[in-house]
């Protein structure tokens, strides 16, 4: 669900699209992993932290994609990792960039353990 956060809709609109999104990530038993990719420049909004939150109670895998990282110079990289480590240290995060393919690999390799892990359970 790209760009949750940007729909150009109205806020009834808006809420009824966060209620879509909870009513599925709740209800659906077979998700393996949920991809949460966050925009390294923006950093978590709001909007991502409920959804962190919505993810924690339902109990749901996540991992969550700081994406766009070859936006940011030297110094703004080393400011949001260590924002990452101490904000959100306890989440499992990867920084990504589509346009250089940093860390592509590891996101693929979290997609991949996420469904091995789901096949082996009962």
Do not use: C, W
Not at 1 to 10: E, F, L, N, R, V
Not at 43 to 48: A, H, W, Y
């Amino acid at each position: 669900m790209p760009g949750y956060g940007y729909a150009k809709a109205s806020k009834e609109k808006q809420a009824e699209f966060g209620d879509l999104i909870a009513d599925y990530l709740e209800q659906t038993p077979d998700i393996a992993m949920v991809l949460l990719v966050i925009d390294a420049f923006v950093g978590p909004t709001d909007l991502d932290q409920d959804m962190l939150e919505l993810l924690r109670t339902a109990k749901l895998p996540f991992v969550m994609i700081v994406n766009k990282v070859d936006k940011l110079s030297q110094s703004e990289l080393v400011k949001l990792e260590r924002t990452l480590a101490s904000d959100y240290g306890h989440i499992p995060h990867i920084l990504h960039s589509m346009h250089a393919g940093k860390d592509r690999d590891h996101v693929l390799g979290a997609i991949h353990e996420a469904l091995r892990d789901t096949k082996k359970s009962p």
